[in-house]
């Protein structure tokens, strides 16, 4: 499996102002390439590149394998916005988002990441140090920091491209890594994890966890931004630069610490993890005009993303099921009646008369699904399950 290992690069201020220059030439290159792809409805790379590849290299001062670089990040960015339009993510066609997004070749800012391989990027893990290239030469020496283990990854298991990022005025390497994997337990019991806004996360062992903490900062943060965009001044904006990513950190932050204690706890128990398929909510979901930003401020997708990639690392099996009604069904008896679900917290069941925390019974009805899922094979299961 394939992991992103970020490391914080600690240039000169002469390698800053290469390494600046140098995006700035690859992202110029870039819009050319992407002009020229839309032009001639062009995407692949074999035939792009050599409508581009003489002209790159002599216009924008790039060496060989920048020009190459360049061309297939163009064809990726085409490749990407291609498989959002087949899943509808751009709406649905003749709709004005979609419209825009077709209408016009993608565009590249001039400070956004660009990939480096072997030939263009070597890295020394025992100085810490990378040798790069640049329009002005290779620059060799350049300094980075990270943490022990990032750097024993680096070292055993990183392959392929490497991106070249520039982020509220710091440099970055993002290093891809294939580690590899371990293979997944059979689980005869799961793990039911309910996703909510209000309770990020609530499992079927009853453990809830809230989203207090983080409904609170964001209030916070709203606040701050509200009142220092009203201000308009300089130092003001310069202080909305200073915190503009600090929410999404934090929220981050959040996942990550939520992800690994699910995580964990399956492998201590044994099971497996069964989270619900959201998959377009957002889209379904019709909600009030002060319920709008906590909707889509709500990372779940991200939250499942960690937690599959943890659990990939620990060689635990994930299952998305279909949440449809959980929220509504007695987890105990399987009567579903929209008035089960009293409130956002309580759940009273209308035929047995059982009364719980509503997110523990939608965690336990996704664990009974992923469990019937996984015994009538309605679920793909990865080609390395063994018993363990």
Request: glycine share 6%; charged share 30%.
């Amino acid at each position: 499996m394939k992991i992103v290992v970020r490391v914080k690069l600690e240039p000169s201020p002469y390698q800053a102002d290469a390494l600046a220059v140098t995006l700035r030439a690859c992202n110029r290159a870039a819009n050319h390439i992407s002009r020229v792809a839309f032009e001639k409805k062009e995407i692949r790379r074999n035939g792009l590149q050599p409508l581009v590849y003489r002209h790159v290299k002599d216009e924008f001062d790039l060496g060989a394998q920048a020009a190459v670089r360049s061309v297939k990040k163009v064809c990726d960015a085409y490749a990407t916005l291609k498989a959002n339009l087949r899943a509808g993510n751009l709406g649905p066609k003749g709709s004005k988002r979609r419209n825009k997004a077709e209408s016009k070749p993608i565009s590249f800012r001039e400070d956004a990441a660009q990939p480096f391989d072997d030939r263009m990027l070597s890295w020394n893990t025992d100085d810490k140090t990378v040798s790069i290239w640049t329009t002005a030469g290779r620059l060799k020496g350049v300094g980075f920091r990270c943490s022990a283990d990032a750097l024993k990854m680096i070292a055993d298991h990183r392959r392929g491209e490497s991106d070249l990022v520039f982020r509220d005025g710091r440099w970055y390497l993002f290093g891809t890594c294939d580690i590899p994997e371990p293979a997944v337990c059979e689980s005869a019991d799961w793990l039911g994890v309910d996703l909510g806004i209000v309770n990020i996360a609530t499992t079927s062992d009853g453990t809830v966890m809230s989203g207090r903490r983080l409904e609170r900062y964001r209030k916070r943060m709203r606040a701050v931004t509200a009142k220092l965009q009203a201000k308009k001044t300089k130092s003001a904006k310069r202080r909305l630069k200073a915190i503009r990513r600090r929410e999404a950190r934090f929220a981050t932050d959040t996942n990550h610490r939520i992800s690994k204690t699910l995580v964990t706890t399956a492998e201590r128990t044994s099971r497996g993890i069964a989270l619900e398929d959201l998959t377009g909510i957002r889209e379904r979901v019709k909600a009030k005009h002060d319920q709008r930003y906590r909707l889509h401020s709500w990372a779940f997708a991200q939250l499942g993303a960690f937690v599959e990639y943890k659990a990939r690392r620990a060689g635990v099996p994930v299952v998305r099921v279909n949440p449809a009604y959980t929220s509504r069904q007695c987890s105990d008896c399987r009567h579903t009646h929209r008035q089960n679900r009293v409130d956002q917290a309580t759940f009273a069941c209308r035929s047995c008369g059982i009364t719980m925390h509503a997110d523990i019974n939608g965690s336990r009805n996704i664990r009974h699904r992923a469990a019937d899922a996984w015994q009538r094979g309605a679920v793909n299961r990865p080609s390395s399950v063994q018993r363990c």
